[in-house]
């Protein structure tokens, strides 16, 4: 018989947000469940080094997930290896469906659940995912000792997986459709002194080639942006790195959503359009998107949920019969 679990507050996604909102929300003795998710530990676990987090000159991102993790848990933060796969925000207390099998049901729910890579949508690369294709350098790079790769993009990400690669590459194309990189300066700075990085301006990804059998890739052909001539450049590799989307498919018809599916919030808060569901981190945050304002928000979450729950006093065991809407109020006692 499947599992059914209540608690006070209910948190999916276990990056810097979801984390962070565990040990602010054990701290207020609300006895929180953490639902981790397909990636625990998020986009920082597919990190080398991370510089800018505050207390720490340099640390590995896998490292810090670790720790942030052994932090939650320590404070009293229940910790579950399972994914979410169904959310019904239409009545409270709210419920979620496990893969496990299990049901969760809460009072208020944090939605922590980051964001992922995007993709440019050829079939090409499509074809070659996995087999000479990656969004994550971190994750495959190791792979391409000695051999030549393209990264594509021109972002903070397209140069952070450039600069990485250049540990196992003998050369880095970095190709961008714009004639100057949109990255932090001093990353570009970096690039740009880096021998084996070679960028490749005005230029987008046309088609990745390689062999059948075995499924590899040898290269890519790059079309210029406004001449429509095409480059072809050797490659073992090819690194899409043009940014990520938020992951809001629990939400999307359900909360309000903007930017390309990132969630609402009411400003300066991590409110939702439904009272007691908050949102925190990347999937809300389409401006600053770093690991620190993640935990930022994670803190403000759990604060956030300690109030909406004191003011509507214990809902444990209280069943709504009506959807909840602004201003709704919990019924008596059934």
């Known amino acids: ?79 579950v290896g399972d994914i979410i796969t ?40 499509e074809k070659f995912k996995g087999f000479g294709v990656s969004a994550c350098a971190t994750c495959d790079g190791f792979f391409y000792r000695g051999q030549e790769i393209v990264v594509i993009g021109g972002g903070n990400t397209a140069v952070e997986e450039a600069l990485f690669l250049t540990n196992f590459a003998s050369k880095v194309t ?27 301006w005005n230029h987008v990804l ?22 429509g001539k095409i480059t072809e450049i050797p490659a073992k590799g090819v690194f899409i790195a043009i940014g990520h989307a938020p992951a809001s498919e629990l939400v999307k018809d359900q909360l309000e959503t903007h930017m390309g599916g990132y969630v609402v919030v009411e400003p300066g808060t991590t409110r939702t359009s439904i009272p007691g569901v908050y949102a925190a981190g990347d999937l809300t945050d389409h401006v600053y998107r770093q690991a620190v304002t993640s935990a930022g928000m994670g803190c403000m979450a759990a604060l956030d949920a300690e109030k909406f729950l004191a003011e509507q006093g214990d809902v444990s065991g209280r069943v709504m019969t009506e959807p909840l809407g602004y201003g709704a109020e919990v019924e008596a006692d059934t």
């Open 206 to 227: 046309e088609e990745v080639v390689g062999t059948d059998a075995p499924l590899g890739v040898e290269g890519v052909r790059a079309r210029h942006v406004d001449t």
């Open 174 to 200: 970095l190709i961008h459709r714009r004639d100057e990189l949109r990255a932090e300066k001093i990353l570009i700075e970096r690039l740009m002194k880096n021998p084996k990085i070679e960028p490749l």
């Open 86 to 125: 169904d959310l019904d925000l239409s009545r409270r207390p709210f419920t979620a469906q496990g893969d496990s099998g299990a049901t969760y049901s809460a009072d208020a729910v944090i939605l922590a659940t980051g964001a992922r890579a995007k993709w440019l949508g050829l079939p090409s690369e």
């Open 1 to 79: 018989m499947a599992e059914t679990r209540h608690t006070k507050v209910l948190i999916i996604g276990s990056g810097p947000a979801g984390y962070t909102a565990g040990v602010y929300a054990s701290r207020a003795l609300l006895n929180p469940i953490l639902v981790q998710g397909i990636e625990p530990g998020g986009q920082l676990t597919t990190t080398t080094e991370v510089e800018n987090w505050p207390g720490d000159t340099e640390v590995q991102g896998p490292d810090l997930m670790v720790r942030m993790e052994s932090h939650a848990r320590a404070v009293g933060c229940e910790i």
